[in-house]
Protein backbone atom coordinates (compact mmCIF):
# COMPACT_ATOMS: atom_id res chain seq x y z
CA UNK A 1 0.00 0.00 0.00
CA UNK A 2 1.27 3.41 -1.15
CA UNK A 3 1.33 6.23 1.18
CA UNK A 4 1.71 9.66 0.83
CA UNK A 5 2.72 11.71 3.77
CA UNK A 6 3.23 15.42 3.88
CA UNK A 7 4.82 17.46 6.83
CA UNK A 8 5.84 21.55 7.54
CA UNK A 9 3.00 23.46 7.06
CA UNK A 10 1.68 25.81 10.24
CA UNK A 11 2.03 29.82 10.53
CA UNK A 12 3.85 32.28 9.16
CA UNK A 13 3.76 35.64 8.81
CA UNK A 14 3.71 37.77 5.12
CA UNK A 15 6.91 37.87 3.43
CA UNK A 16 8.26 34.66 5.49
CA UNK A 17 8.86 31.38 4.11
CA UNK A 18 8.21 27.89 4.71
CA UNK A 19 9.23 24.63 3.46
CA UNK A 20 7.08 21.26 2.67
CA UNK A 21 8.24 17.92 2.41
CA UNK A 22 6.72 14.89 1.05
CA UNK A 23 7.57 11.02 1.29
CA UNK A 24 6.06 8.50 -0.76
CA UNK A 25 6.85 4.79 0.69
CA UNK A 26 5.39 1.78 0.23
CA UNK A 27 4.69 0.79 -3.39
CA UNK A 28 6.74 -1.34 -5.49
CA UNK A 29 7.71 1.23 -8.01
CA UNK A 30 11.15 2.43 -8.53
CA UNK A 31 10.21 6.10 -8.16
CA UNK A 32 7.64 8.87 -8.59
CA UNK A 33 6.17 11.68 -10.57
CA UNK A 34 5.09 14.19 -7.84
CA UNK A 35 3.06 17.48 -7.70
CA UNK A 36 1.58 19.83 -5.02
CA UNK A 37 -2.00 20.87 -5.20
CA UNK A 38 -3.54 23.57 -2.22
CA UNK A 39 -7.10 24.21 -1.70
CA UNK A 40 -7.75 27.66 -0.15
CA UNK A 41 -11.26 28.05 1.82
CA UNK A 42 -14.23 28.66 -0.95
CA UNK A 43 -12.18 27.23 -3.75
CA UNK A 44 -11.10 24.73 -6.21
CA UNK A 45 -8.43 23.06 -5.63
CA UNK A 46 -5.52 24.14 -7.55
CA UNK A 47 -2.21 22.84 -9.09
CA UNK A 48 1.14 24.72 -7.33
CA UNK A 49 4.23 22.75 -8.67
CA UNK A 50 5.66 19.50 -10.31
CA UNK A 51 8.30 17.39 -10.79
CA UNK A 52 8.78 15.01 -13.32
CA UNK A 53 9.71 10.89 -12.85
CA UNK A 54 13.35 11.49 -13.33
CA UNK A 55 13.43 14.79 -11.28
CA UNK A 56 14.71 16.55 -14.60
CA UNK A 57 11.79 18.75 -14.78
CA UNK A 58 9.81 20.80 -12.63
CA UNK A 59 6.62 23.06 -13.22
CA UNK A 60 5.19 26.05 -11.72
CA UNK A 61 1.77 27.88 -11.56
CA UNK A 62 2.27 31.29 -12.61
CA UNK A 63 1.64 33.33 -9.46
CA UNK A 64 4.23 31.57 -7.80
CA UNK A 65 7.23 31.42 -9.80
CA UNK A 66 10.39 32.80 -8.34
CA UNK A 67 9.13 32.11 -4.89
CA UNK A 68 8.58 28.67 -5.02
CA UNK A 69 11.38 26.22 -5.63
CA UNK A 70 10.43 21.80 -5.94
CA UNK A 71 13.22 19.89 -5.28
CA UNK A 72 13.28 16.01 -5.32
CA UNK A 73 15.13 12.98 -3.87
CA UNK A 74 14.69 10.25 -6.41
CA UNK A 75 16.45 8.07 -3.60
CA UNK A 76 14.01 8.71 -0.98
CA UNK A 77 10.92 9.07 -3.00
CA UNK A 78 10.76 12.68 -1.17
CA UNK A 79 9.90 15.64 -2.35
CA UNK A 80 10.66 19.30 -0.73
CA UNK A 81 8.83 22.57 -1.29
CA UNK A 82 10.03 25.39 -0.43
CA UNK A 83 8.05 28.91 -0.01
CA UNK A 84 9.49 32.25 0.07
CA UNK A 85 8.26 35.66 0.03
CA UNK A 86 4.67 34.03 1.38
CA UNK A 87 1.64 36.37 0.68
CA UNK A 88 -1.93 36.03 2.09
CA UNK A 89 -3.47 34.74 -0.84
CA UNK A 90 -1.23 31.63 -0.74
CA UNK A 91 -2.89 30.16 2.69
CA UNK A 92 -4.61 26.96 1.71
CA UNK A 93 -4.46 23.67 2.14
CA UNK A 94 -1.14 21.78 0.18
CA UNK A 95 -1.75 18.57 -0.78
CA UNK A 96 1.21 16.17 -2.41
CA UNK A 97 0.25 13.83 -4.92
CA UNK A 98 2.23 10.91 -7.08
CA UNK A 99 2.03 9.22 -10.20
CA UNK A 100 3.60 5.93 -10.37
CA UNK A 101 4.25 6.42 -14.25
CA UNK A 102 5.36 9.94 -16.49
CA UNK A 103 2.70 12.20 -16.47
CA UNK A 104 2.03 14.06 -19.48
CA UNK A 105 -0.19 17.04 -18.09
CA UNK A 106 1.56 17.67 -14.50
CA UNK A 107 -1.33 20.08 -13.55
CA UNK A 108 -3.96 17.83 -14.08
CA UNK A 109 -5.57 16.07 -10.94
CA UNK A 110 -6.56 13.18 -12.75
CA UNK A 111 -2.66 12.56 -13.45
CA UNK A 112 -1.77 11.37 -9.94
CA UNK A 113 -2.60 7.89 -8.37
CA UNK A 114 -2.02 8.51 -4.88
CA UNK A 115 -2.34 11.85 -2.48
CA UNK A 116 -1.90 13.06 0.73
CA UNK A 117 -3.90 14.20 3.61
CA UNK A 118 -2.93 17.61 3.28
CA UNK A 119 -0.72 20.24 5.16
CA UNK A 120 -2.41 23.25 6.27
CA UNK A 121 -0.72 26.96 5.42
CA UNK A 122 -1.64 29.71 6.61
CA UNK A 123 -0.15 33.09 5.87
CA UNK A 124 -0.75 35.99 8.25
CA UNK A 125 -0.93 39.62 6.88
Known amino acids: QVHVVESGGGLVQAGGSQRLSCVVSGGPWSGYAMGWFRQAPGKEREFVAAVSWSGGSTYYLDSVKGRFTLSKDNAKNTVHLQMNSLKPEDTAVYYC??????????????????WGQGTQVTVSS
Open 97 to 114: AASYTTVATPDLEKEYDY
